[in-house]
């Protein structure tokens, strides 16, 4: 390994020429070709001879060092070594994201008031604002930003000089401007920048609460009357009847019926929220659909729990899947199975 001349450097101190043989280490150990290992051995030698490695070394120093050198010393190599052993005080600025970068830039050009707003979404985003959550990075947050962009744009050219004016009306009509998946991306960003908003307590009202972007809102035709109703005349319960209804009416899967829960109904707005991978499909209650889901949703989950304990006599199975007590379990075995609780262990 080539070595600079040492008659120009001042004398190493121990902690310097442990920091050395240090690396020596850890080259030899990942067996660095020769090239590399001699340029990052030059440059550290080269700081900690006139900076000492008592204290550590400044992100800027190391730059200022190899800027315009690049033939002789290894700044990256050198910076990676000295940050793993704790010994390296970052440059911030330099080391800023590129989207970052791009994103301040871009908020320069809204008005002073919304650039501010805007500003802590992108905070909040990233995790860093009042609720504690794993932050997105600011390559995430430029796609965000490059679906909000021209929505933004016809805002201003409206005259509007804060996100605080924004109404529902005003984010459905941006959602109204595309179609398919386009127009549900302008819902996502919107309620993601307005959620955000309102937790950081920038804005008092979201306009997106409760807004659901319903891909078609119309009821799917059904299987002919008479049909459905030969159909549920088969249910032995109100439970099985509103299965059949979303079966055959709205055509849910099992999977679809299963993750159903009871705050999914919304008989106030008549509608039923189905939870699937990655999204929220939304069905508009028809009239029969609408009867059938009035009844009690503890109606239902008794007779689900009562049509379980016909399959299985087992009360810890009811218990296991229904979270239910040990008394309410044998309650329901009872009722299900009265010739045969009398041999069940109590």
């Given amino acids: 390994m080539v070595e600079l ?17 240090d690396l020596d280490s850890v080259m030899k150990q990942e067996m660095w070709s020769q090239a590399p290992a001699t340029k990052t051995r030059n440059t550290l030698t080269i700081l900690v001879s006139w900076l000492g490695a008592d204290a550590p070394l400044l992100e800027t120093d190391i730059r200022a060092l190899v800027d315009g050198r690049s033939l002789k010393f290894s700044g990256r190599r050198v910076t990676q070594f000295l940050e793993t052993r704790g010994l390296l005080i970052t440059d ?16 320069a050009a809204p008005p002073a008031t919304i650039a501010q707003e805007l500003s ?3 905070k909040a985003v990233r995790g860093e604002g009042k609720w504690e959550h794993t932050g997105r990075t600011y390559q995430s947050i430029a796609r965000y930003w490059h679906v909000l962009d021209p929505i933004l744009k016809g805002w201003l050219a409206d005259g509007i000089e804060s996100l605080r004016e924004i109404t529902r009306d005003d984010v459905k009509r941006a959602i109204g401007t595309r ?15 307005f959620r955000a908003l309102r937790h950081e307590g920038v804005i008092f009202r979201d306009p997106t609460r409760g807004l659901v972007f319903a891909g078609i809102n119309k009821t799917p035709p059904s299987v002919p009357s008479d049909r459905l109703a030969d159909v549920l005349s088969h249910a032995q319960n109100d439970f099985q009847r509103f299965v059949m209804v979303l079966v055959c009416v709205h055509a849910l899967s099992g999977t679809d019926i299963r993750h159903l829960l009871l705050t999914d109904l919304d008989l106030s707005r008549e509608r039923l929220t189905v939870r699937r991978p990655g999204k929220r499909h939304i069905i508009y209650l028809d009239e029969l659909t609408y009867r059938c889901a009035g009844l009690t949703m503890s109606t239902l989950r008794k007779d689900r729990i009562r049509d379980e304990a016909f399959e299985v006599d087992d009360p810890l199975h009811l218990m296991r899947l229904f979270g239910i007590s040990a008394q309410t379990a044998m309650r329901y075995i009872t009722a299900a199975h009265p010739e045969r609780t009398a041999k069940l262990p109590r």
């Fill in 5 to 21: 001349p040492r008659q120009d450097l001042p004398a190493l101190t121990d902690s310097a020429e442990r920091l050395l043989a």
């Fill in 179 to 193: 179609k398919g998946t386009p127009a549900r991306s302008i819902h996502i960003v919107m309620r993601n920048v």
């Fill in 120 to 122: 802590v979404w992108i």
């Fill in 92 to 107: 911030a600025e330099f080391r800023r994201d590129a989207q970052q970068k791009r994103l301040e830039a871009q908020l």
